[in-house]
């Protein structure tokens, strides 16, 4: 049971341990979790890392979310539900055997076989997908940033906290070495 959590926490530690700005990271966090949710398994880390450099957003926070938002569990369901928005808009292009088929091939090989298998997949199989993930990661992306720089607010608040309570228990070296000053009365002559 306990392995169950183990990834979402290790996901948390990642995210948790970011530093930066937090609208920098949020923005990445964002970028993320659109790039995440458009179908392009086999090249999405491939693109997140140079769009995020060229938009100038946590490269590091866009590849966390993106890795959470698309992996091997959420596959599947994910390819499916953009199939499905994607093709309501645009109905009657493209069938889901057609289509599991080739995820099926994408999924089970490695990365340049996976990309070939993508390419055969065709401009209205594709149309579609991208359709559907455009739809559901618009409104994902806006929603997962203002949440991110909530979160990641809050971290800064807390660590800005941390730090001061830790140097005022500090006493610095000199401070703790150097004599006391006396301090000289007023002596009157009686």
Same mark, same amino acid.
């Given at each position: 049971?306990?392995?169950? #959590?183990?990834?979402?926490?290790?996901?948390?530690?990642? $995210?948790?341990?970011?530093?930066?700005?937090?609208?920098?990271?949020?923005?990445? #966090?964002?970028? +993320?979790? #659109?790039?995440?949710?458009?179908?392009?398994?086999?090249?999405?880390?491939?693109?997140?890392?140079?769009?995020?450099? *060229?938009?100038?957003?946590? *490269?590091?926070?866009?590849? $966390?979310a993106g890795?959470?938002?698309?992996?091997?569990? *959420?596959f599947?369901?994910q390819?499916?539900?953009?199939?499905?928005? +994607?093709?309501?808009?645009?109905?009657?292009?493209?069938?889901? &055997?057609?289509?599991?088929?080739?995820?099926?091939?994408?999924?089970?090989e490695?990365?340049?076989? +996976?990309?070939?298998?993508?390419?055969?997949?065709?401009?209205?199989?594709?149309?579609?997908?991208?359709?559907?993930?455009?739809?559901?990661?618009?409104?994902?992306? $806006?929603?997962?940033? #203002?949440?991110?720089?909530?979160?990641?607010r *809050?971290?800064?608040?807390?660590?800005?906290?941390?730090?001061?309570?830790?140097?005022?228990?500090?006493?610095?070296?000199?401070?703790?070495?150097?004599?006391?000053? $006396?301090?000289?009365?007023?002596?009157?002559? &009686?």
């Amino acid at each position: 049971m306990r392995s169950i #959590f183990r990834l979402p926490r290790y996901y948390f530690l990642q $995210i948790q341990r970011l530093k930066g700005d937090p609208v920098y990271l949020a923005k990445g #966090f964002s970028f +993320g979790v #659109f790039m995440g949710i458009l179908p392009l398994v086999p090249i999405q880390t491939i693109l997140i890392i140079p769009l995020s450099i *060229t938009l100038r957003v946590s *490269t590091l926070a866009a590849v $966390i979310a993106g890795t959470i938002i698309s992996n091997p569990l *959420t596959f599947g369901p994910q390819y499916f539900i953009t199939w499905k928005l +994607g093709n309501a808009v645009l109905p009657g292009r493209v069938s889901w &055997e057609h289509l599991k088929e080739v995820l099926l091939a994408i999924q089970h090989e490695g990365l340049l076989d +996976g990309l070939a298998s993508f390419s055969h997949l065709g401009i209205k199989t594709i149309t579609v997908l991208l359709t559907g993930g455009v739809l559901i990661g618009i409104p994902a992306a $806006i929603i997962s940033y #203002f949440l991110a720089l909530k979160f990641f607010r *809050t971290l800064r608040t807390h660590r800005l906290r941390k730090q001061k309570l830790n140097n005022k228990k500090k006493v610095p070296l000199l401070e703790a070495i150097k004599p006391k000053k $006396i301090k000289k009365h007023d002596v009157s002559e &009686e």
